[in-house]
């Protein structure tokens, strides 16, 4: 009982961090941008595709494929920025902004279900079904990768986001805006990079997740929809409590899916959320 | 070196400022004076880019600005410090004082102004790694002068800096103000404490709803009965 307990905390960790660096982007766009981007999953599910064409056409690993993955998503992010957002967002409509979003992930999922139609697919790389033992318990090779990445690129986020003059801009935008003006600063240009960077980083987690993770076109709507919940059960715009809210919940889903029947196994999670919004509505680490 | 003419600007259907035209000449300090309400904020946000006027010019040493934006403005030399302070309030003292110098003009320099800047006010030295939300309302002010400072002003504009401080503190401020003229930056005040800045400056202008009612040396408006009329709105 104990090994499975030590199973479920272990993946939940794993499985958590992964829901947690969605998350980020979406507390850096919505900062940033004030936008809450209700596509950010269906970008992931996006990589994913692009990552499974790779290998089945011409044979190329996913890890591989974030080299095509990443820029991809970067440069059609900004290009749906720049022709659609920006302009509504300089105008202040805000909540277009989210409808347009919206719209993004109706496009996007439905895209892929016209090309690749609903069948599951999966790749079968060649770490797939490859696992370590700590003590007692297993690990997934290709989940622990991707947990190391996420969180070196999580460090890495932090880094830029205090070591540098861009991140500099981007946490002024995030706290004053009208200052961050009075600095000098371009704002459109770093709103753009912003939503860039934000969802070109779901081209390296899809990677990550195609060697052990079923590819469908809604594969991404999981992805968005606990990303919300993580968004506001860590408190709207906290980047740390992005990460450890995501924890708690991978950790929740992970014991939910192992001791709960089938249908109910994202129970776990939903309590939690109800809870803190019951107790603590403005999160669990507050207003920023 | 900067001309205004005729600017007429406001918020969404509501006009606030008519026609107003002021100068300002180089290594001068020129007030703006008037009531609560009068326009004065909205005028200098205006010459820093952040409202746009619906007509009027505006001249900086010759080149036409009505309209640019704050980025241009502030590659100009024009630096607001705005009521109210507007710091970024998780950010420490340094790198508030940091980003006041991001833009291209006052990057190459930065690590010397900083020096310069900590020179002027010691106290920001202490508090460098303090978040600028926790820092008491004489440094805050200080603070953002400072910040004003970092983007190397050829204008610096300063939005109500006394509002809320205590005298020692004002002293110290208005002392600032002149050691920053003689370093060759030119300001402009907007002051509700009207005898102390009409004392400091070169000349002055008081605004009335929106107007400029009044224009002369500092000492010809403390003498003048239409200042303290249009200053209390009597």
């Known amino acids: 009982m104990l090994i499975l307990i030590g199973q479920c905390l272990i993946q939940g960790l794993m499985m958590g961090s992964i829901f947690g660096f969605v998350t980020i982007g979406m507390v850096l766009i919505y900062r940033v941008t004030k936008l809450l981007n209700f596509s950010h999953g269906a970008w992931l599910m996006v990589a994913m595709y692009i990552s499974y064409i790779l290998f089945v056409k011409f044979r190329i690993e996913p890890y591989l494929s974030v080299l095509i993955a990443f820029p991809a998503l970067f440069l059609l992010a900004a290009l749906v920025y720049y022709v659609v957002m920006r302009p509504l967002g300089m105008k202040?409509?805000?909540?277009?902004?989210?409808?347009?979003?919206?719209?993004?992930?109706?496009?996007?999922?439905?895209?892929?279900?016209?090309?690749?139609?609903?069948?599951?697919?999966?790749?079968?790389?060649?770490?797939?079904?490859?696992?370590?033992?700590?003590?007692?318990?297993?690990?997934?090779?290709?989940?622990?990768?991707?947990?190391?990445?996420?969180?070196?690129?999580?460090?890495?986020?932090?880094?830029?986001?205090?070591?540098?003059?861009?991140?500099?801009?981007?946490?002024?935008?995030?706290?004053?805006?009208?200052?961050?003006?009075?600095?000098?600063?371009?704002?459109?240009?770093?709103?753009?990079?912003?939503?860039?960077?934000?969802?070109?980083?779901?081209?390296?987690?899809?990677?990550?997740?195609?060697?052990?993770?079923?590819i469908t076109p809604h594969a991404g709507a999981e992805f968005t929809f606990l990303g919300f919940v993580i968004l506001i059960l860590a408190g709207l715009g906290n980047l740390n409590g992005a990460l450890i809210g995501g924890l708690i919940i991978g950790i929740a889903e992970s014991f939910g899916g192992t001791f709960m029947p089938g249908a109910l196994a994202s129970v776990p999670a939903y309590v939690i959320f109800i809870l803190v919004l019951c107790f603590r509505p403005q999160g669990l680490f507050g207003a920023r | 070196m900067l001309r205004v003419e005729g600017i007429n600007a406001g918020y969404f259907q509501t006009r606030i400022l008519r026609e107003v035209s002021i100068e300002i000449g180089e290594r001068e300090i020129v007030a703006l004076v008037g009531a609560n309400g009068a326009g004065k904020s909205t005028l200098v946000k205006v010459l820093s880019g952040l409202i746009k006027p619906t007509s009027g010019k505006i001249m900086l040493n010759g080149e036409e600005v009505t309209g640019a934006s704050p980025k241009k403005m502030v590659n100009r030399g024009v630096i607001l410090v705005p009521e109210g302070r507007w710091l970024f309030p998780l950010m420490t003292t340094l790198e508030n004082l940091f980003i006041g110098g991001i833009n291209p003009r006052s990057r190459p320099s930065r690590e010397a102004t900083l020096r310069m800047v900590f020179e002027i006010f010691p106290v920001l030295w202490e508090r460098r790694n303090q978040e600028a939300g926790t820092l008491s309302g004489g440094q805050q002010q200080m603070l953002a002068i400072g910040r004003g400072l970092m983007a190397k002003p050829i204008l610096l504009a300063l939005d109500e800096p006394s509002l809320g401080l205590g005298p020692l503190l004002v002293a110290e401020i208005f002392r600032v103000m002149k050691q920053l003229r003689e370093q060759g930056v030119t300001i402009l005040l907007v002051e509700q404490n009207i005898r102390q800045s009409l004392a400091i400056s070169d000349h002055g202008y008081v605004i009335e709803n929106g107007a400029v009612v009044l224009h002369g040396t500092g000492s010809e408006l403390l003498e003048d009965e239409r200042t303290k009329r249009a200053y209390l709105g009597m």
């Open chain 1, 92 to 214: 202040g409509h805000i909540i277009m902004m989210c409808q347009v979003s919206l719209g993004l992930l109706w496009i996007l999922e439905n895209s892929a279900l016209l090309v690749f139609k609903a069948d599951y697919r999966s790749v079968q790389s060649v770490l797939s079904n490859s696992k370590f033992y700590i003590g007692p318990l297993i690990i997934k090779t290709p989940l622990f990768i991707a947990f190391l990445t996420v969180g070196i690129i999580a460090i890495v986020l932090g880094w830029v986001l205090y070591k540098t003059d861009f991140g500099l801009s981007v946490r002024a935008i995030s706290q004053h805006e009208e200052a961050a003006k009075l600095m000098g600063i371009n704002i459109g240009r770093v709103q753009l990079l912003v939503f860039a960077i934000g969802i070109a980083i779901m081209g390296i987690a899809g990677p990550l997740l195609v060697p052990w993770i079923v």
